[in-house]
């Protein structure tokens, strides 16, 4: 297995531009306008991989549709976080064949993290024999080439060679909003958490070079980008791999440095390598928002122990007061599995201290999935399901109760915020952030779409805040 990422060149991400083009002559002489529909799962970086295909695609001459019918090429984006996401998939995918059935001319490509595990990857070939193109993560560069080959020669490709991953630079985008962008700045997890399927599909942790990253905020502030996210799974390890090592701070720095009004935002840190530095950068640099997300896992040091987490909650509470002492107001956010293998329900009800003591302002919670090739797959796990859910009810009941609390003490301040959105309900007319990235329900003039505004706080429930524009 090749275990080194490698940079994809220049010359080659031009000829898949080339590809897109001799594509779009062909698409151009399609009686019908081509389009495409491109449907993603999972996180933030599924969605960024998706701003690409999107880029690709436009290139190739295709609009975009969420009609199955009216696409010529659907493609499927899968994660394969936990065992619910792609069951999802399996399910729209089985039905696809009857749309396919009617236009016998359409394509169907599945991508992302699911199809890089190599029991999917089988499955699909054996019993889903209607999907045309199956890439994983490492072969989004080349998504062109194969889609020429589909074009011209028909049959099927699989694209899912296990391997350490690559960059490339200069693929297109379509983003999808044009106030708020995720810009990936690594790829890949060298952690091996023990549950986590991540690495195996995602490959070793990689870093953007720092000037790619740079000109790229450079151009979304000049688009009028108000709200930057600087996507990785673990951000906290940039730069180790570069060839002159920088580490994240100093990227956090060089990205404030940016001219312009906008926030920076950044997810996943691990805490293991969340430092004071880390701390103190966000304390100084004004453009990043009070936020974190600080995924903890588990509130028991065996269970974190198991987990290959490689910290202890000791080490984590002492760097959540590091944090608060620089800044106050700092809103944190974490991430949960509940029913790891083998946690006892006294040890889980550590994870509830830990909510206690930091108090979050909002929680991503999981029960554990069992993922295929993961040491955690392969661990006694005795717990009933129904246990599960009761603890995973505790942990909920809990959380809302905090978030509750938490958002209630908004009421009667004024809070500078994004306005994000057009509200989706009729009683409000907008959306907007506040700086730590809570939800405000806004009533006011529209025009104030994508503008920093000051909003009076007048209401607030577990899961968001009201108020009006000041
Ligand atoms: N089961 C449940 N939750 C998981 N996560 C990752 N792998 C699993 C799994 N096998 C959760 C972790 C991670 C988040 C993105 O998804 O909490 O931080
Ligand atoms: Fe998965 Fe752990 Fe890597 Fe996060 S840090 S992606 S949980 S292996």
Not at 65 to 86: G, K, S
Not at 201 to 228: C, F, H, N, T
Request: proline share 4%.
């Amino acid at each position: 297995m090749e275990r080194k990422t490698t940079q994809i060149s220049q010359a080659e991400v031009e000829r898949q531009l080339t590809l897109c083009d001799d594509i779009c002559r062909v698409t151009g002489q399609w009686a019908d306008k081509p389009l495409a529909l491109v449907d993603t799962y999972g996180c933030q970086q599924n969605e960024a991989d998706s701003e690409r295909i999107r880029g690709y695609l436009e290139r190739m001459g295709f609009g975009f549709t969420d009609d199955p019918e009216q696409a010529r090429i659907i493609v499927i984006n899968t994660c394969a976080i936990r065992e619910h996401a792609e069951q999802r998939v399996l399910g729209n995918v089985g039905a696809l064949v009857h749309t396919k059935r009617r236009h016998p001319e359409q394509l169907i490509c599945l991508c992302g993290c699911m199809v890089q595990e190599k029991h999917v990857a089988e499955k699909i070939r054996q019993s889903y024999r209607h999907v045309d193109l199956v890439f994983g993560p490492h072969a989004l560069w080349k998504f062109p080439e194969m889609v020429h080959t589909l074009l011209t020669q028909r049959g099927r490709i699989f694209s899912v060679a296990d391997e350490a991953g690559s960059i490339a630079e200069g693929i297109p985008t379509v983003r999808q909003d044009g106030i708020k962008a995720w810009v990936s700045i690594m790829y890949g997890c060298n952690n091996f958490c023990t549950y986590c399927i991540v690495p195996y599909v995602r490959g070793r942790e990689r870093s953007r070079a720092p000037e790619d990253i740079l000109e790229e905020v450079r151009g979304l502030v000049a688009q009028g980008y108000k709200d930057i996210t600087l996507l990785g799974q673990n951000v906290n390890s940039y730069g180790k791999d570069l060839p002159e090592p920088m580490d994240f701070s100093d990227l956090l720095s060089a990205v404030n440095d940016i001219p312009g009004e906008f926030l920076i935002r950044f997810m996943t840190s691990h805490p293991k390598d969340a430092t004071h530095k880390l701390f103190e950068t966000m304390a100084r640099c004004e453009k990043v928002a009070p936020v974190l997300h600080l995924p903890f896992q588990a509130g028991n040091d065996r269970i974190l122990k198991v987990m290959n987490r490689r910290h202890t909650i000791a080490d984590y509470l002492a760097k959540i007061r590091d944090l608060k002492s620089l800044i106050p107001d700092i809103v944190l956010t974490s991430d949960i599995i509940v029913g790891f293998p083998g946690e006892t329900t006294q040890e889980f009800e550590d994870t509830l201290k830990v909510l206690e003591e930091v108090r979050y302002d909002a929680l991503f919670t999981f029960i554990y999935s069992p993922r295929v090739g993961t040491p955690a797959a392969s661990m006694d796990d005795p717990m009933s399901r129904e246990e599960k859910l009761a603890n995973f009810n505790r942990l909920t009941a809990l959380q809302d109760a905090i978030s509750e609390e938490k958002h209630a003490a908004y009421i009667g301040k004024t809070v500078r915020c994004l306005v994000d959105a057009l509200s989706d309900d009729s009683r409000y007319d907008l959306t907007a952030r506040t700086p730590g990235n809570r939800l405000v329900r806004v009533v006011g003039d529209k025009s104030a779409l994508g503008q920093f505004k000051d909003v009076k706080i007048t209401g607030a429930n577990k899961w968001s805040l009201f108020g009006e524009l000041a």
